[in-house]
């Protein structure tokens, strides 16, 4: 039993809500109003960009403390999560952090006795974006939150099996990402793009090596398709030389509208598509990709641990350029494997996906550690 009069929880961690992008800050948003219906009191960090004092606010219940950070990118990021920590170790309620980037700071809340959860996110010392030094950083926090940490959380199998090697396996509870069931969608948004129902495929990723994004483009452009391929993310060419590769690759049919960020739009290119390509190589379970077995789109993707989870059995995977233009060329034109994999994902989301359950998984685990 609590010993608060009404449990409290405190999420650190995000950019924030309410959420403008980024698979953590959709979750703190989705949790933090499902505990406040559950009567919880909850309050969520949120980083604002320039200076000043802290301040707080209230937004649907959910309270949020605003802290002002001048500087941007990652010193940025450790700034307001060292302010946030600092700030939130102040209070004896429970705390949850969304990843592990500067778990560091959590030694405060231990000295303090304080309890805390923290989703390990995925293995982000792998990737291939960061230098040696990023690396070293990232590898020693995620030790330091496994230490740190009261109870870790996993959003994948795979990841809960690499931390049974750093700490006790009683010590993890695997809980994956969630989504809402996309049931039907607006066509005017693929309309606008010039797109048809059927008549396209979909790649939802940032542009970088390890999402496999060259080797859909180049597979995809190596022939005619009489079919187009939508690609989303921001490409500098001029100053990205793998952006600049990607779209020297691309075939006519290819089309690159940028970065998309209204969900609207988004449900709609998943509904629609015929394929939802994942080249995703690194990491756990991959928010996008678990929006798109809700939306009930065919998933292509790439031959992993982490998707073949995910995915399952019913989607089609690829491991190399030649054998993802081979998978491009058979799936395109046959409707009646299409239309197996678009129930299978459907029937997927269904079983581990819903916002529902995974909701519930983690307020079951949040009440367990209440202080």
């Known amino acids: 039993m609590s010993k608060l009069k009404t449990k409290s929880l405190e999420i650190l961690g ?45 937004w649907n ?35 949850l952090v969304l990843g592990y980037n500067t778990a560091i700071f959590n030694v405060l809340f231990r000295l303090k006795g304080i309890p805390h959860l923290i989703n390990m996110d995925g293995l982000e010392w792998k990737r291939d974006k960061w230098n040696v030094a990023e690396k070293a950083w990232l590898w020693t926090n995620e030790r330091l939150g496994c230490w740190f940490g009261n109870h870790l959380i996993a959003d994948h199998p795979q990841i809960a099996k690499h931390l049974e090697t750093r700490v006790n396996a009683d010590k993890i509870t695997m809980i994956p990402y969630g989504s809402h069931l996309v049931a039907d969608a607006c066509v005017e948004p693929i309309k606008i793009m010039g797109l048809k129902s059927g008549g396209y495929s979909v790649v939802i990723a940032r542009p970088e090596p390890e999402n496999s994004i060259f080797e859909i483009v180049k597979a995809f452009s190596a022939k005619s398709r009489g079919h187009k391929l939508v690609v989303l993310g921001s490409f500098d060419p001029d100053k990205n030389k793998y952006h600049a590769d990607v779209l020297s690759s691309a075939s006519e049919e290819v089309l690159f509208p940028g970065a998309i960020y209204d969900s609207n739009t988004l449900k709609s290119l998943r509904f629609y598509c015929r394929l939802y390509i994942h080249g995703h190589t690194v990491g756990g379970t991959n928010p996008s990709l678990v929006e798109a077995l809700g939306a009930g789109s065919a998933v292509l993707a790439h031959d992993n641990r982490f998707n073949r989870w995910v ?39 269904k079983s581990l996906f819903t916002w529902e359950s995974v909701l519930e998984d983690y307020t079951t685990l ?6």
């Open 14 to 58: 995000t950019r924030g809500v309410p959420a403008a992008h980024g698979g953590f800050e959709t979750f703190a948003e989705h949790f933090a109003l499902h505990l406040v219906k559950e009567g919880w009191s909850v309050t969520v960090y949120c980083q604002e960009k320039g200076r000043g004092e802290i301040y707080e606010s209230q």
């Open 61 to 95: 219940g959910v309270n949020r403390v605003h802290i002002p950070v001048e500087k941007e990118g990652a010193f940025g990021t450790v700034t307001f999560d060292w302010l946030s920590t600092r700030h939130a170790a102040k209070s004896p309620s429970l705390k």
């Open 311 to 349: 995915a399952g059995d019913g989607a089609a995977f690829f491991s190399t350029e030649d054998d993802c233009a081979t998978k491009l060329q058979n799936l395109l034109s046959d409707d009646k494997t299409i239309s197996m994999m678009k129930s299978f994902s459907a029937e997927r989301y």
């Open 366 to 371: 949040s009440e367990r550690w209440l202080p």
